[in-house]
């Protein structure tokens, strides 16, 4: 739905947990870890990016 766009950490927790985001965890970091292992970790082309300081977004670049 938003392949290419940059989603914030903040947006990721309140729309899949409907939770106000406490930036002192790391927990979107380790389920965004977790979902590399998932569906990047066998594959060369790589879909979950990082945009430092951003968020993350979908890519097949």
Known sequence: MHKGKVISKITIAEKVWDI???????????????????????FDQKLLHTKTGMGYYLSEE
Not at 20 to 42: A, P, Q, S, W
């Open 20 to 42: 106000d985001f406490d930036t002192g965890t790391n927990v979107i970091e380790v389920y965004m870890n977790f979902l590399r292992k998932k569906i990047d970790k066998d």
